[in-house]
């Protein structure tokens, strides 16, 4: 049996400035004695992040009760390392005591949990330090209906190119996939492809390996003439609306439609949770146990919600891909989300439409495309303005659907009109050369609140750069 392994004795390639990291992500088809071992190993992962954090807590609470004795700080109980080589240290030490049981996972189970661990709690720590105005909580435990996941970066993992339909990780062996790996066992042949690591999940009702592979080269610029700039508008009935219409990704409007079954999907799973609500669910404060029917109701819950995140997955995918490809500039806003989900009529919408995994994915994609993506500042008045005058308006209600200009009297969509504004904005920049860049476009030197109509030819507020001598702004 010819297999494509994560070993030394593959065929290496040093990382390089033209290297990229890939996640190619298969669905298993595991049977039932091997779903119990990636069950137990993901619950050795969650025991060992338990065990090392219970620690560095008892630690914390020792100190924190002897500075109330008023024991000086180099009497204090020393303090516990918390990065993942000190930690797994200290398991192995602790794990004949600790877990009895434990050569039966793979040792790399026990190691990605502490090294979650260590990541979480540098994490907090940077938070706490740093000052930031929203401190990161401190780590908490993690119970059996936290997600299920193990990472393996050592060990016999990888491929199994016999039949192209299945992988090999450690302790479990070889486990069917659903869908063939031809498209990343052909890199590993042709050498241009590493594996890392694999990465095993319990994710909507289903198991998967997600392989991080390392790419020598990136993918070939696509041929043909591109576009020069295109302004993108994130919208909620539509999943964005580009300032020029492209065949095969927007209709004649310049509009891309948002997945079909979305809508239909959440009429059902509304439906479920309303039923699931009606019947006899858990409840661990008198140790009720669910009735089948709440189970039955729960799973085809879970299915919905599989067919819902699969469909924007794949849309937004299919978007962000063609559009890399076709544009040689992408002008995107910053959008505050965060925000922005506070309203309460709006914040399901929103959510649903991912704007900030759309923006990844165009960061990461456009990098590989050579594709120069830019980023307009979070207060330019690009719903505001006027993309054929220049006008910026006082004021434009949310239900205003159609901007009308006074100046010029031109009427169009309003969401078109910001893609066409966002566009606009890179003729006023200095445009970057091959490389692909985010940068900040049209940031405002003064109140973008201000009333009043303005022209927005410059930047967004309408007046001369800071740059500019205040002698040229009077002359202008």
């Not at 602790?94 to 979650?116: D, T």
Request: aromatic residues 6%.
């Amino acid at each position: 049996m010819l297999s494509l392994d994560a070993n030394p004795e593959t065929p290496s390639h040093s990382a390089s400035t033209d290297s990229v990291v890939h996640a190619y992500v298969f669905a298993l088809d595991p049977t039932p004695t091997q779903q119990d071992m990636l069950q137990s190993h993901c619950g050795a992962q969650r025991f060992a992040y338990n065990w090392g954090l219970a620690m560095v807590r008892a630690v914390l609470a020792q100190r924190d009760a002897e500075r109330s004795y008023g024991v000086a700080e180099p009497d204090l109980t020393p303090h516990v390392n918390w990065s993942a080589y000190a930690l797994r240290k200290r398991w192995n030490e602790a794990k004949p005591a600790a877990a009895p049981w434990w050569s039966e996972n793979s040792k790399e189970a026990y190691a990605s949990g502490l090294a979650n661990l260590a990541t979480a709690l540098s994490r907090w720590a940077g938070g706490r330090d740093s000052g930031m105005n929203r401190v990161r909580r401190f780590p908490k435990f993690k119970s059996k209906r936290s997600r299920q996941s193990c990472r393996f970066s050592t060990g016999a993992f990888g491929l199994v190119a016999a039949d192209r339909r299945h992988v090999k990780l450690p302790r479990i062996g070889v486990v069917r996939t659903w869908e063939s790996t031809r498209a990343l066992e052909r890199r590993i042949r042709a050498g241009v492809a590493r594996i890392r690591s694999a990465t095993v999940s319990f994710r909507n009702e289903r198991w998967q390996v997600s392989f991080s592979v390392e790419l020598s080269g990136l993918p070939p610029a696509p041929r043909g003439r591109r576009i020069p700039v295109v302004g993108v508008d994130l919208g909620i009935k539509h999943l964005a609306i580009l300032s020029v219409p492209i065949p095969g990704i927007t209709d004649e409007n310049g509009f891309v439609a948002a997945p079909p079954d979305v809508e239909r999907a959440t009429k059902k799973l509304r439906r479920l949770q309303r039923r699931a609500s009606r019947r006899c669910g858990p409840d661990r404060r008198i140790s009720r146990t669910p009735s089948r029917r709440w189970e039955k109701t729960r799973a085809e819950m879970a299915r919905v919600h599989k067919q819902l995140t699969n469909a924007r997955k794949d849309k937004l995918h299919q978007l962000t891909t063609r559009l890399t490809a076709a544009c040689e500039s992408i002008v995107i806003e910053d959008l505050h989300v965060a925000g922005m989900i506070r309203n309460r009529r709006l914040s399901r919408s929103i959510q649903r439409a991912v704007w900030g995994e759309l923006r990844r994915q165009l960061t990461y994609k456009a990098g590989w495309r050579g594709t120069s993506l830019m980023v307009a500042d979070r207060f330019y008045p690009s719903s505001k303005t006027c993309s054929g005058c220049g006008a910026v308006k006082t004021k434009l209600r949310l239900s205003d659907r159609v901007f009308r200009c006074g100046d010029c009297h031109a009427e169009l969509d309003r969401d078109i009109n910001a893609a066409r504004n966002l566009a606009s904005l890179v003729h006023r920049q200095d445009r970057t050369s091959a490389a692909s860049c985010v940068g900040t476009l049209n940031k405002p030197d003064g109140n973008p609140r201000k009333s009043g109509v303005m022209s927005a030819m410059g930047t967004a507020t309408g007046r001369p750069p800071r740059s500019t001598p205040r002698s040229n702004a009077a002359a202008v």
